[in-house]
Protein backbone atom coordinates (compact mmCIF):
# COMPACT_ATOMS: atom_id res chain seq x y z
CA UNK A 1 0.00 0.00 0.00
CA UNK A 2 1.35 3.49 -0.85
CA UNK A 3 2.72 5.66 1.93
CA UNK A 4 0.16 7.72 2.88
CA UNK A 5 0.15 11.79 2.02
CA UNK A 6 0.68 13.38 5.53
CA UNK A 7 -2.02 15.10 7.41
CA UNK A 8 -1.67 18.68 7.66
CA UNK A 9 0.11 19.99 10.87
CA UNK A 10 -1.91 21.12 13.38
CA UNK A 11 -4.25 17.79 13.03
CA UNK A 12 -0.76 15.57 13.77
CA UNK A 13 -0.42 14.25 16.52
CA UNK A 14 -4.21 14.26 18.29
CA UNK A 15 -7.54 13.20 17.54
CA UNK A 16 -9.60 15.44 15.05
CA UNK A 17 -13.06 15.03 14.03
CA UNK A 18 -13.88 14.21 10.33
CA UNK A 19 -14.97 17.68 9.76
CA UNK A 20 -12.63 19.96 10.54
CA UNK A 21 -10.26 17.63 8.59
CA UNK A 22 -12.43 18.28 5.67
CA UNK A 23 -12.16 21.71 6.30
CA UNK A 24 -8.41 21.65 6.05
CA UNK A 25 -8.03 19.93 2.89
CA UNK A 26 -7.75 16.08 3.72
CA UNK A 27 -9.32 13.82 1.58
CA UNK A 28 -12.29 11.10 1.86
CA UNK A 29 -9.83 8.71 0.64
CA UNK A 30 -7.11 9.58 2.56
CA UNK A 31 -9.98 9.79 6.07
CA UNK A 32 -10.27 6.53 5.31
CA UNK A 33 -6.84 4.90 4.92
CA UNK A 34 -5.85 2.36 7.45
CA UNK A 35 -3.10 4.46 8.99
CA UNK A 36 -5.69 6.44 11.08
CA UNK A 37 -7.27 5.13 14.42
CA UNK A 38 -11.76 5.19 14.16
CA UNK A 39 -12.45 6.53 17.83
CA UNK A 40 -15.96 6.67 17.02
CA UNK A 41 -18.53 7.89 14.74
CA UNK A 42 -16.61 11.14 12.98
CA UNK A 43 -13.59 11.21 14.78
CA UNK A 44 -9.86 9.99 13.31
CA UNK A 45 -6.28 9.94 15.08
CA UNK A 46 -3.18 9.07 13.44
CA UNK A 47 -1.38 8.28 16.85
CA UNK A 48 -2.09 6.66 20.07
CA UNK A 49 -3.55 9.56 22.26
CA UNK A 50 -3.26 8.31 25.97
CA UNK A 51 -0.02 10.51 26.97
CA UNK A 52 -1.80 13.61 25.69
CA UNK A 53 -3.05 16.51 28.03
CA UNK A 54 -6.81 15.87 28.76
CA UNK A 55 -7.97 19.00 26.66
CA UNK A 56 -6.59 17.49 23.76
CA UNK A 57 -8.15 13.88 23.99
CA UNK A 58 -11.96 15.36 24.97
CA UNK A 59 -12.12 18.35 22.13
CA UNK A 60 -13.04 16.03 19.46
CA UNK A 61 -16.09 14.09 21.17
CA UNK A 62 -17.36 17.52 22.23
CA UNK A 63 -16.70 19.18 19.39
CA UNK A 64 -18.51 16.16 17.30
CA UNK A 65 -21.87 16.44 19.25
CA UNK A 66 -23.85 19.64 19.37
CA UNK A 67 -25.13 20.88 22.57
CA UNK A 68 -22.45 19.42 24.81
CA UNK A 69 -20.52 19.72 27.88
CA UNK A 70 -17.83 18.22 29.74
CA UNK A 71 -19.38 16.95 32.82
CA UNK A 72 -18.78 14.71 36.00
CA UNK A 73 -15.31 12.72 36.64
CA UNK A 74 -13.69 14.79 33.12
CA UNK A 75 -15.12 18.72 34.08
CA UNK A 76 -13.73 17.48 37.45
CA UNK A 77 -10.18 16.99 36.10
CA UNK A 78 -10.30 20.22 34.03
CA UNK A 79 -11.07 21.86 36.42
CA UNK A 80 -8.32 20.60 38.51
CA UNK A 81 -10.59 19.69 41.53
CA UNK A 82 -10.19 16.77 43.46
CA UNK A 83 -11.64 13.60 42.24
CA UNK A 84 -11.63 9.47 42.68
CA UNK A 85 -9.13 7.94 40.16
CA UNK A 86 -10.51 5.77 37.60
CA UNK A 87 -9.21 2.38 37.49
CA UNK A 88 -9.07 -0.46 35.63
CA UNK A 89 -11.46 0.20 32.84
CA UNK A 90 -10.77 2.19 29.37
CA UNK A 91 -10.57 6.27 29.25
CA UNK A 92 -13.97 7.05 29.41
CA UNK A 93 -14.94 10.68 28.82
CA UNK A 94 -17.87 12.03 30.53
CA UNK A 95 -20.41 14.67 28.74
CA UNK A 96 -24.21 16.12 29.57
CA UNK A 97 -26.48 16.98 27.32
CA UNK A 98 -29.46 19.46 28.36
CA UNK A 99 -32.35 17.43 29.04
CA UNK A 100 -34.72 16.32 26.26
CA UNK A 101 -31.73 16.03 23.41
CA UNK A 102 -31.31 13.08 21.47
CA UNK A 103 -30.07 9.97 23.31
CA UNK A 104 -26.19 9.66 21.89
CA UNK A 105 -24.37 6.61 21.91
CA UNK A 106 -20.75 6.47 20.99
CA UNK A 107 -17.70 4.90 22.26
CA UNK A 108 -15.25 6.04 25.22
CA UNK A 109 -18.44 8.85 26.23
CA UNK A 110 -21.02 8.44 29.04
CA UNK A 111 -23.57 10.70 28.32
CA UNK A 112 -25.58 12.45 31.06
CA UNK A 113 -28.64 14.09 29.63
CA UNK A 114 -30.45 16.29 32.08
CA UNK A 115 -31.46 19.40 33.22
CA UNK A 116 -28.57 22.27 32.41
CA UNK A 117 -28.88 25.84 32.05
CA UNK A 118 -26.68 28.50 30.23
CA UNK A 119 -24.75 29.83 32.73
CA UNK A 120 -23.95 26.10 34.18
CA UNK A 121 -21.12 25.77 31.18
CA UNK A 122 -17.85 27.88 31.23
CA UNK A 123 -14.76 27.06 28.80
CA UNK A 124 -11.56 25.66 30.15
CA UNK A 125 -8.92 25.66 27.36
CA UNK A 126 -11.88 26.70 24.51
CA UNK A 127 -13.95 23.62 25.65
CA UNK A 128 -17.40 23.50 26.98
CA UNK A 129 -17.65 22.46 30.39
CA UNK A 130 -19.56 22.75 33.53
CA UNK A 131 -19.13 25.07 35.85
CA UNK A 132 -17.32 24.66 39.07
CA UNK A 133 -20.83 24.66 41.47
CA UNK A 134 -22.12 22.39 38.67
CA UNK A 135 -19.19 19.80 38.86
CA UNK A 136 -19.83 19.59 42.39
CA UNK A 137 -23.30 18.93 42.17
CA UNK A 138 -22.86 16.34 39.35
CA UNK A 139 -20.57 14.58 41.45
CA UNK A 140 -23.00 14.38 44.51
CA UNK A 141 -24.09 11.11 42.36
CA UNK A 142 -20.61 9.78 42.57
CA UNK A 143 -18.64 10.85 45.35
CA UNK A 144 -18.67 10.39 49.44
CA UNK A 145 -19.84 12.94 51.88
CA UNK A 146 -15.85 13.28 52.61
CA UNK A 147 -14.83 13.22 49.34
CA UNK A 148 -17.55 15.98 48.36
CA UNK A 149 -16.72 18.42 50.84
CA UNK A 150 -13.24 18.40 50.24
CA UNK A 151 -13.69 19.59 46.38
CA UNK A 152 -16.41 21.70 48.02
CA UNK A 153 -13.43 23.18 49.73
CA UNK A 154 -10.81 23.28 46.70
CA UNK A 155 -14.46 25.54 44.75
CA UNK A 156 -14.77 28.08 47.86
CA UNK A 157 -10.50 28.45 48.77
CA UNK A 158 -8.91 31.57 48.17
CA UNK A 159 -5.93 30.75 45.85
CA UNK A 160 -2.40 31.47 46.86
CA UNK A 161 -1.65 34.19 44.29
CA UNK A 162 1.83 33.89 44.57
CA UNK A 163 1.96 30.17 43.25
CA UNK A 164 -1.35 30.04 41.23
CA UNK A 165 -2.49 32.27 38.04
CA UNK A 166 -5.79 33.41 39.60
CA UNK A 167 -6.64 35.43 42.85
CA UNK A 168 -10.52 34.49 43.39
CA UNK A 169 -12.29 31.12 44.60
CA UNK A 170 -13.68 28.96 41.48
CA UNK A 171 -17.19 30.06 43.23
CA UNK A 172 -18.77 30.59 46.25
CA UNK A 173 -20.44 28.82 49.23
CA UNK A 174 -23.74 30.50 47.82
CA UNK A 175 -23.16 29.32 44.60
CA UNK A 176 -23.24 25.65 45.36
CA UNK A 177 -25.98 26.49 47.53
CA UNK A 178 -27.74 27.63 44.27
CA UNK A 179 -26.97 24.65 42.56
CA UNK A 180 -28.89 22.53 45.11
CA UNK A 181 -31.73 24.87 45.23
CA UNK A 182 -32.05 24.77 41.66
CA UNK A 183 -32.08 21.00 41.17
CA UNK A 184 -34.12 19.34 43.43
CA UNK A 185 -34.75 15.93 42.89
CA UNK A 186 -31.39 15.10 41.30
CA UNK A 187 -29.38 12.08 42.04
CA UNK A 188 -27.20 12.84 44.76
CA UNK A 189 -28.91 15.63 45.86
CA UNK A 190 -29.69 14.54 49.87
CA UNK A 191 -25.65 13.82 50.33
CA UNK A 192 -24.92 17.63 48.56
CA UNK A 193 -26.85 19.10 51.00
CA UNK A 194 -25.36 16.72 53.92
CA UNK A 195 -21.73 18.01 52.66
CA UNK A 196 -22.28 21.66 52.41
CA UNK A 197 -23.11 21.59 55.82
CA UNK A 198 -19.48 20.70 56.36
CA UNK A 199 -17.78 23.02 53.85
CA UNK A 200 -15.52 25.74 54.81
CA UNK A 201 -13.45 28.27 53.17
CA UNK A 202 -9.50 28.19 53.91
CA UNK A 203 -8.60 24.66 53.52
CA UNK A 204 -5.59 24.27 50.94
CA UNK A 205 -5.63 20.49 50.24
CA UNK A 206 -7.97 17.45 50.43
CA UNK A 207 -6.00 16.00 53.30
CA UNK A 208 -6.55 19.04 55.38
CA UNK A 209 -10.24 18.69 54.74
CA UNK A 210 -10.13 15.18 55.90
CA UNK A 211 -8.31 16.22 58.61
CA UNK A 212 -10.46 18.62 59.50
CA UNK A 213 -13.17 15.90 59.22
CA UNK A 214 -12.00 13.84 61.59
CA UNK A 215 -11.16 15.90 64.32
CA UNK A 216 -14.50 17.11 64.29
CA UNK A 217 -16.16 14.08 64.35
CA UNK A 218 -14.24 13.09 66.95
CA UNK A 219 -15.59 15.52 68.99
CA UNK A 220 -12.95 17.84 69.24
CA UNK A 221 -13.29 21.65 68.77
CA UNK A 222 -13.60 22.77 65.01
CA UNK A 223 -10.04 24.05 64.10
CA UNK A 224 -9.69 27.22 62.18
CA UNK A 225 -7.88 27.22 58.47
CA UNK A 226 -4.97 28.31 57.66
CA UNK A 227 -5.63 31.47 59.88
CA UNK A 228 -2.17 33.36 60.46
CA UNK A 229 -0.52 33.70 64.12
CA UNK A 230 -0.29 37.18 65.20
CA UNK A 231 2.50 37.13 67.98
CA UNK A 232 2.42 38.70 71.16
CA UNK A 233 4.32 41.60 70.06
CA UNK A 234 1.45 41.87 67.32
CA UNK A 235 3.47 41.12 64.00
CA UNK A 236 2.13 38.16 62.01
CA UNK A 237 3.61 34.72 61.56
CA UNK A 238 3.34 31.42 59.51
CA UNK A 239 -0.31 30.42 58.87
CA UNK A 240 -0.77 26.88 60.11
CA UNK A 241 -2.52 24.72 57.98
CA UNK A 242 -5.32 24.08 61.15
CA UNK A 243 -5.18 26.13 64.47
CA UNK A 244 -6.36 26.21 67.74
CA UNK A 245 -5.46 30.49 68.75
CA UNK A 246 -7.34 29.88 71.99
CA UNK A 247 -4.83 26.86 73.34
CA UNK A 248 -2.14 28.14 70.46
CA UNK A 249 -1.82 25.16 68.99
CA UNK A 250 -0.88 24.69 64.96
CA UNK A 251 -0.99 21.68 63.62
CA UNK A 252 0.79 20.50 59.97
CA UNK A 253 -0.76 18.21 57.30
CA UNK A 254 3.19 16.96 55.94
CA UNK A 255 2.67 15.50 52.15
CA UNK A 256 5.29 13.62 50.21
CA UNK A 257 6.84 16.88 49.05
CA UNK A 258 8.16 17.92 52.91
CA UNK A 259 10.85 14.74 52.17
CA UNK A 260 12.64 17.16 50.11
CA UNK A 261 15.64 18.93 51.29
CA UNK A 262 14.76 22.41 50.70
CA UNK A 263 11.30 21.57 53.03
CA UNK A 264 12.79 19.74 55.42
CA UNK A 265 14.94 22.89 56.10
CA UNK A 266 11.53 24.97 56.53
CA UNK A 267 9.97 22.80 58.75
CA UNK A 268 12.59 22.71 60.79
CA UNK A 269 12.47 26.49 60.50
CA UNK A 270 8.82 26.92 61.27
CA UNK A 271 9.20 24.11 64.35
CA UNK A 272 11.52 27.00 65.82
CA UNK A 273 9.30 29.33 65.51
CA UNK A 274 6.37 27.91 66.99
CA UNK A 275 8.74 27.30 70.00
CA UNK A 276 9.91 30.87 69.94
CA UNK A 277 6.15 31.90 69.54
CA UNK A 278 5.27 29.45 72.81
CA UNK A 279 3.06 27.39 70.57
CA UNK A 280 2.95 23.64 70.34
CA UNK A 281 3.30 22.15 66.75
CA UNK A 282 1.52 19.37 65.96
CA UNK A 283 2.81 17.14 63.05
CA UNK A 284 0.39 15.09 60.67
CA UNK A 285 1.19 12.70 57.82
CA UNK A 286 0.09 10.48 55.83
CA UNK A 287 0.59 7.54 58.31
CA UNK A 288 -1.67 9.14 60.92
CA UNK A 289 -4.48 9.13 58.44
CA UNK A 290 -4.63 5.49 58.22
CA UNK A 291 -7.20 3.63 60.20
CA UNK A 292 -10.16 6.46 59.91
CA UNK A 293 -6.92 8.71 60.95
CA UNK A 294 -7.38 7.69 64.60
CA UNK A 295 -3.91 8.18 65.39
CA UNK A 296 -3.72 11.87 63.98
CA UNK A 297 -6.66 12.56 66.11
CA UNK A 298 -4.93 10.99 69.20
CA UNK A 299 -2.30 13.36 68.81
CA UNK A 300 -4.12 16.69 68.76
CA UNK A 301 -6.52 15.69 71.74
CA UNK A 302 -3.21 14.66 73.71
CA UNK A 303 -2.00 18.35 72.47
CA UNK A 304 -5.43 19.94 73.31
CA UNK A 305 -5.47 18.14 76.63
CA UNK A 306 -1.83 19.22 77.20
CA UNK A 307 -2.96 22.92 76.76
CA UNK A 308 -5.77 22.93 79.10
CA UNK A 309 -9.19 21.53 76.65
CA UNK A 310 -11.45 19.58 78.73
CA UNK A 311 -14.14 17.75 76.67
CA UNK A 312 -18.05 18.38 77.51
CA UNK A 313 -19.47 15.96 79.78
Known sequence: MKTPRPLPEELQDRPFTVVEAARAGVSHKRLRHRTLHRLGKGIRSESPTAELPLADRVRPFIEVNERCAASHLTAAEMLLLPRRQQKGTPEMF???RPEGSAHLNRPHVIVH???LYSDEVTTVDGIPVTTPERTWLDMAEMLTVDELVAMGDSC?????ASFEDRDMPLCSLADLQRMIDRHKGKRGLRRAKEAIKLIRVGSDSPQETLLKLAVVRAGLPEPELNVPIIGDDGL???EPDLSYRKYRIGIEYEGEQH???GQIVRDITRSEKYHTLGWTEVRISKRHMLNDAKPAVAKVRSALVQE???PRP
Open 113 to 115: RMK
Open 259 to 261: GED
Open 156 to 160: VRMPR
Open 308 to 310: GWR
Open 94 to 96: HVI
Open 236 to 238: RHH
